[in-house]
């Protein structure tokens, strides 16, 4: 449910989070004031507001403990456009890879589409109408109509020119015919809208984006080009007309796009989404740590300082060219992450510390945490298979000591393998369900008990044989 911004105090926002993430209260505080900053920065003067920056956050904690689910669960909370990209992307300029303007890019790209989709969805309903009278017309209701009125035509300018003008009788045929023409438009429009001929096929004429005529190769490759992969939100690509043969379930949909696209105000929308890229979008740089370092390699090796260096400017405000306009970053919120168990947040160059104030470590999960993650949650992962096969008329019920089980053979991988966190709870339910979602489809509608016994007997000999739980689990 969506809560309005100025309802959302630091409490509230801590509140929400909650109800996807587990526990990592000082990261759910830092981001709620960060985020009730902006609140609070939109009430100001203009001019005062202006002078006041974000704060940006660094998150320091290892990998499966909720420092991406954070960063997303928070910019869907008050829709804001949120971009995920990883350090590791970027390169230095001159160098093959991506370069750091392309985060910005990817940004605004984001929040187009976004007040897009809201936008088609204020004029839905208008959009939907109009769909449905071209569907009318391609099954030929008004073309009958129009030739049999351009075949009589003919005869008659002849009756006027015998007689001097129609007479009566005539005028009544036109209204009859009319009237005729509407009844008929009327039937054929409440089946289309009840879908009661959706398997139909019918021909259309939709836009598609042209292709462009010719391809240049850059280290930055095609976005530096102003083309989207899709064209559906590029206003440089040009349109055509193209022939389709779709059912008329399928026509409603495209049609109805096509008409709300036509309906809203192109140019309202990309301002609009500038605005809201500058003034609430959210990046999320991750694997920060990776590029941690200040040394200098020997030979055409790119410098990790480099790449920190590049991110400098984007991050303390610059102006980056993008195919809808100049994007300031100066009040984008740059939310950092990275494990930092080999090196440290004092690796980084002091230019980039300074950009990053404030620190938030994010607690290691243990078994406590992993029974609290598959109860609470609204997404949690017991849930999630009780709705999958709950499709397939299975009834899946977890009982208190199969959930702890769970957790515990979980918490046990962590600690002899790898430590990723909560994303273990993923690998061991997956082995659990493993034969009943296959079986599924073939069940009578049953009820099936996942306890403590079932979970020892699917996972625990797995657990035990360290060298085959690292393969497995």
Same mark, same amino acid.
């Given at each position: 449910?969506?809560? *309005?911004?100025?309802?959302?105090?630091?409490?509230?926002?801590?509140?929400?989070? #909650?109800?996807?993430?587990?526990?990592?209260?000082?990261?759910?505080?830092?981001?709620?004031?960060?985020?009730?900053?902006?609140?609070?920065?939109?009430?100001?003067?203009?001019?005062?507001?202006?002078?006041?920056?974000?704060?940006?956050?660094?998150?320091?904690?290892?990998?499966?403990?909720?420092?991406?689910?954070?960063?997303?669960?928070?910019?869907?909370?008050?829709?804001? *456009?949120?971009?995920?990209?990883?350090?590791?992307?970027?390169?230095?300029?001159?160098?093959?890879? @991506?370069?750091?303007?392309?985060?910005?890019?990817?940004?605004?790209?984001?929040?187009?589409?976004?007040?897009?989709?809201?936008?088609?969805?204020? +004029?839905?309903?208008?959009?939907?109408?109009?769909?449905?009278?071209?569907?009318?017309?391609?099954?030929?209701?008004?073309?009958?109509?129009?030739?049999?009125?351009?075949?009589?035509?003919?005869?008659?300018?002849?009756?006027? &020119?015998?007689?001097?003008?129609?007479?009566?009788?005539?005028?009544?045929?036109?209204?009859?015919?009319?009237?005729? $023409?509407?009844?008929?438009?009327?039937?054929?429009?409440?089946?289309?809208?009840?879908?009661?001929?959706?398997?139909?096929?019918? &021909?259309?004429?939709?836009?598609?984006?042209?292709? *462009?005529?010719?391809?240049?190769?850059?280290?930055?490759?095609?976005?530096?080009?102003? $083309?989207?992969?899709?064209?559906?939100?590029?206003?440089?690509?040009?349109?055509?007309?193209?022939?389709?043969?779709? !059912?008329?379930?399928?026509?409603?949909?495209?049609?109805?796009?096509?008409?709300?696209?036509?309906?809203?105000?192109?140019?309202?929308?990309?301002?609009?989404?500038?605005? @809201?890229?500058?003034?609430?979008?959210? +990046?999320?740089?991750?694997?920060?740590?990776?590029?941690?370092?200040?040394? @200098?390699?020997?030979?055409?090796?790119?410098?990790?300082?480099?790449?920190?260096? #590049?991110?400098?400017?984007?991050?303390?405000?610059?102006?980056?060219?993008?195919?809808?306009?100049?994007?300031?970053?100066?009040?984008?919120?740059?939310?950092?992450?990275?494990?930092?168990?080999?090196?440290?947040?004092?690796?980084?160059?002091?230019?980039?510390?300074?950009?990053?104030?404030?620190?938030? &470590?994010?607690?290691?999960?243990?078994?406590?945490?992993?029974?609290?993650?598959?109860?609470?949650?609204?997404?949690?992962?017991?849930?999630?298979?009780?709705?999958?096969?709950? !499709?397939?008329?299975?009834?899946?019920?977890?009982? &208190?000591?199969?959930?702890?089980?769970?957790?515990?053979?979980?918490?046990?991988?962590?600690?002899? !393998?790898?430590?990723?966190?909560?994303?273990? $709870?993923?690998?061991?339910?997956?082995?659990?369900?493993?034969?009943?979602?296959?079986?599924?489809?073939? $069940?009578?509608?049953? #009820?099936?008990?996942?306890?403590?016994?079932? +979970?020892?007997?699917?996972?625990?000999?797995?657990?035990?044989?360290?060298?085959?739980?690292?393969?497995?689990?």
């Amino acid at each position: 449910m969506e809560v *309005p911004i100025e309802d959302l105090t630091p409490k509230q926002i801590v509140i929400e989070l #909650d109800k996807f993430i587990v526990g990592q209260n000082k990261a759910k505080r830092a981001v709620a004031v960060a985020l009730r900053n902006r609140y609070r920065r939109q009430l100001l003067p203009p001019e005062q507001r202006e002078e006041i920056l974000p704060k940006n956050i660094l998150m320091i904690g290892p990998t499966g403990v909720g420092k991406t689910e954070i960063a997303r669960r928070l910019a869907h909370l008050v829709r804001a *456009p949120f971009v995920k990209v990883e350090a590791t992307k970027f390169t230095e300029v001159g160098y093959v890879g @991506r370069d750091v303007d392309s985060i910005v890019r990817d940004l605004v790209n984001v929040s187009v589409r976004m007040v897009e989709t809201e936008k088609i969805g204020q +004029v839905r309903e208008a959009a939907e109408e109009r769909a449905l009278e071209r569907i009318i017309d391609s099954l030929g209701i008004s073309r009958r109509h129009r030739r049999r009125k351009e075949a009589a035509q003919p005869l008659e300018r002849m009756l006027r &020119e015998v007689i001097g003008a129609m007479d009566d009788d005539e005028e009544a045929e036109d209204e009859g015919e009319a009237s005729r $023409l509407r009844r008929a438009r009327a039937t054929v429009r409440d089946q289309v809208r009840s879908g009661a001929r959706d398997s139909e096929t019918i &021909e259309i004429e939709v836009d598609e984006p042209m292709s *462009p005529f010719f391809q240049v190769f850059s280290p930055q490759g095609i976005e530096e080009m102003s $083309l989207d992969s899709d064209g559906a939100t590029n206003p440089f690509i040009p349109r055509s007309k193209t022939a389709r043969t779709v !059912t008329i379930g399928e026509a409603k949909e495209l049609l109805s796009q096509e008409e709300a696209r036509k309906m809203i105000d192109r140019s309202a929308v990309v301002r609009e989404a500038v605005f @809201r890229a500058e003034q609430t979008g959210i +990046v999320f740089l991750d694997e920060l740590d990776k590029i941690a370092g200040r040394e @200098r390699g020997n030979g055409p090796d790119v410098s990790r300082e480099g790449v920190q260096r #590049d991110l400098l400017p984007i991050i303390e405000g610059a102006t980056v060219v993008t195919k809808f306009g100049p994007v300031r970053t100066d009040h984008i919120l740059f939310i950092a992450a990275g494990a930092f168990h080999v090196s440290k947040p004092s690796d980084l160059i002091p230019e980039l510390q300074g950009r990053l104030p404030i620190r938030v &470590e994010l607690e290691d999960l243990g078994q406590l945490e992993f029974e609290r993650i598959l109860r609470e949650p609204e997404n949690a992962l017991t849930k999630q298979y009780q709705r999958l096969l709950g !499709t397939e008329g299975v009834r899946l019920e977890f009982t &208190e000591d199969g959930i702890d089980e769970i957790a515990r053979f979980a918490a046990e991988v962590n600690r002899q !393998t790898e430590n990723i966190g909560a994303r273990r $709870l993923h690998t061991v339910m997956e082995r659990l369900m493993e034969d009943i979602a296959f079986a599924a489809p073939d $069940l009578p509608s049953m #009820d099936i008990t996942i306890d403590g016994t079932i +979970v020892r007997e699917k996972i625990g000999s797995v657990v035990e044989d360290l060298d085959l739980s690292r393969y497995i689990l």
